[in-house]
């Protein structure tokens, strides 16, 4: 393995922005009476590095990474290929599109099938409490989960909410989980206060013309394109208040493969933040990148999401294993998470700091 230190202005900017993550300290969830543990009260540091290894593994290194190739999300991945970060750090990486289920998804990484992938921790988390060999090596970002109502609906506010139809994609899935956490600690039974209703994420809108729900949840690019089109209200996202230094993608490695070859779990790890670091200084330039997956947006509506999530945040080790753990405790307050799990040590179980 060769090491070599490359400037990273992108991370120096990052870091001159970057605020402190907000906590979720002494609140008490509804119907749940969970207090946040001492150990994860002290707010992560969002900072980055002056600098950025860059590890050039011994011979030609071929990996799989699977990725969702219709959620901007995941916009680093197509950036690392097209800029040449996997290839300067001597991977040879396939890119897999992976529509299946998060467990086939995280069966296929712990196994072998593919080396690495990058997907939601607000639904990584459940099916990683089974046992999954897979471990958590970076987030990539925050925001792109919104909520929407129709104007004059009445529905502003999450508080709005209580007694009303809200639509989601799946039951499982991050939006519905996240808006969940942020009900139960206004005080409400996500459970029982809200009415969760199931559709195919492009019927969603017309569920809410037809009146079958009040509101929705939907994730970038979609949800951003529905609400322009639809002239919908935005009644909160994931980057409101004490969120708006968490992140919410994630990149899963194969604990076998930082087992066995260490080397090349960081230069991966390191490809996908540099390309991260790139999204969030050449935003017009990394649209244009993702363009292609994204016929339902133009070029310009995707550079307009990219701004508005936070690609300068993306947390490695303490801080990422304390967001982790931050998530975890909020999962287990609505029902997701085993209520005996162990936030700080499940935290450290899943995670991974490959670049240290």
Known sequence: MISLSVSRRDLLRAASVAAPLGLIGPHVFAGNRITMPDSTLAPPICKAAASVPVTV???RRSLKLTWNASAICTVGVPVAQQNGYFEKRNLDVEL???????????????????DAGIGMALRWLKPLEQGFDVRITTATHGGCMRLLAAKGSGITALEHLKGKSVGVADLGAPDKNFFSIRLAKLGFDPLTDVNWRVFPADLLPVALQKGEIQAFTLGDPLGWVIRDRDSLTEVATNLDGEYAHRSCCVLGVRGSLIREDRPAAAAVTEAILEAQAFVFEHPDEAAAIFAPYAPSA??????????????GHHPVGADLR???????????????????????RFSAKVFADVLS
Do not use: C, W
């Open 96 to 114: 897999v599109n992976f529509g299946g289920s998060t467990d086939q998804l995280l069966e296929a990484i712990a196994t072998g099938k593919a």
């Open 298 to 311: 133009n070029p310009a509506q995707l550079a307009a999401m990219l701004r508005s999530h936070t690609h």
């Open 322 to 344: 304390q967001e982790i753990a931050l998530y975890t405790e909020e999962l287990k307050a609505i029902s997701v998470i085993k209520p005996s799990t162990n936030s700080d």
């Open 57 to 59: 593994v011994d011979g």
